[in-house]
């Protein structure tokens, strides 16, 4: 939610709010696998994870050169939806070796995103630069509409099985309060030992979204405590929502201003 929201913020702190969704959602699926992968916390199980990792950035530059170069050599008019269909075997690969398929995914695109910047060396003369750029964002519009119409689905299929009579009561409406105000004083005291001139637009647009269900839906059920309840994750998305609507309007406002 954080990011689109973002459009209307200057370039540094737009910049800012896209980098830290980004790092915010790798960091945050790290640690569940860790967490919910192993039952405890040792040496041997960190470096595990660490191989990984390093394992899953590999995939992801290898699959966004071979994209990349997909993209430029393929003069097909239709050449974005075998893509698409590439990303889901990408998923798959990601699922069936245990390699967190969602960080695969999320590394993939931000690596193709910024695909000219692997452009070093030997690998300059794979492709058209030129034409690869105009692809790119062809291909970019194609994915920025995609994933417009998959989070909106998703969020209207979570709000469908979503049990209103939980969001209704008392103790789930005031836990969520509470974890909501934690993350936003959190947010601030983080912001304000960063940068103190950008905190009043930056501390509305907290990351949370799609990752979020995401990963509240794959949370083992032994693990899962009564209280962790679809209507307190909605509770405290939607108190996060109306956050960041008022924060866009007064940066928006600021900014006519």
């Known amino acids: 939610m954080a990011i689109p929201a973002a459009a209307g913020l200057m370039k ?3 910049e800012f709010v896209i980098y830290e969704s980004s790092f915010s959602d790798i960091i945050g699926i790290v640690l569940f696998n860790y967490f919910t992968v192993h039952s405890e916390v040792s040496l041997g199980t960190s470096f595990l994870e660490l191989r990984n990792l390093l394992l899953i950035v590999l995939v992801a530059v290898a699959l966004a050169l071979i994209v990349g170069i997909f993209i430029d050599k393929v003069s097909h008019h239709v050449k974005f939806v075998p893509i698409l269909a590439f990303l889901l075997l990408a998923y798959g690969f990601g699922k069936y070796y245990h390699l ?3 960080l695969l ?5 931000l690596i193709l995103n910024n695909f000219l910047l692997l452009m070093r060396g030997p690998l300059v003369d794979l492709v058209s630069v030129t034409r ?3 692809d790119l964002t062809q291909f970019k519009q194609i994915v920025a509409e995609a994933v417009f119409f998959a989070r909106t689905f998703f969020f209207i299929l979570f709000g469908y099985v979503a049990d209103i009579y939980q969001m209704a009561n008392t103790e789930t409406i005031v836990i969520g309060t509470v974890i909501f105000i934690i993350i936003v004083i ?4 983080g912001l304000l030992l960063v940068d103190r001139q950008s905190v009043a637009p930056l501390v509305f647009f907290a990351p949370r979204g799609l990752i979020t269900i995401l990963l509240f839906i794959s949370i083992p059920v ?3 405590m009564d209280i962790m309840n679809e209507g307190l994750l909605l509770i405290v998305i939607f108190l996060s929502l109306l956050l960041l609507i008022w924060g866009s309007g007064t940066a928006r406002s600021s900014g006519e201003g």
Do not use: Y
């Open 100 to 102: 967190s398929p969602l």
């Open 12 to 14: 540094k702190d737009k």
């Open 222 to 224: 032994q693990v899962k």
């Open 105 to 109: 995914i999320l590394l993939f695109g």
């Open 186 to 189: 959190v947010r601030l005291l």
């Open 132 to 134: 690869l750029k105009t």
